[in-house]
């Protein structure tokens, strides 16, 4: 069965940078594997993509102690698996299509809390960014290496910030 006419889920992502330009990460509750991610989620009807961001960062790890370093210009896109688009969005969407923003982090490590009220993560870490794509679940590997290419110039700016 194709879902290749099942529209895109429209969402946003973090790359959220700390002092020494590494990269935020988790891993999922609801996953089995390694996986790692970056805070993401969708945007509610009516909501701006960059207060989108900052409310799925509440609420995914606990702080929105961050500032606005970049976003990208248009809005990029991953298919999920055949298999798992019955399982994801009651089989509403194909995938997402995200904006995304570079944020340098303005909190201390203890201000990341991810035992929120719905808590979606196991565990966290800082990453350096080229880790990034292998950190990620397969399907989402070409999605990570293209903010690598464009986000991640950022790291060597904000680690010779003073």
Do not use: C
């Amino acid at each position: 069965m194709s879902v290749r006419h099942l529209p895109y889920r429209p969402g946003v992502g973090i790359m959220l940078f700390n002092a020494g330009g590494r990269v935020l990460v988790a891993r999922r509750i609801d996953m089995v594997s390694e996986a790692w991610q970056m805070p993401q989620g969708g945007i509610d009807k009516g909501e701006a993509p960059l207060d989108a961001a900052f409310r799925e960062m509440e609420e995914e790890i606990g702080t929105a102690k961050a500032e606005l370093l970049a976003e990208t210009e248009d809005w990029l896109n991953y298919d999920l698996p055949d298999d798992l688009v019955p399982i994801l969005w009651k089989g509403r969407f194909r995938g997402q299509t995200q904006k995304w923003f570079a944020l340098r982090f303005t909190g201390t490590d203890a201000d990341i809390d991810i035992e929120t009220k719905k808590p979606e993560f196991l565990d966290w870490k800082w990453a350096e960014v080229d880790a990034l794509p292998d950190l990620i679940v397969p399907f989402k590997r070409d999605l990570y290496a293209e903010l690598v290419r464009r986000f991640g110039p950022l790291a060597e700016t904000i680690r010779g910030a003073p």
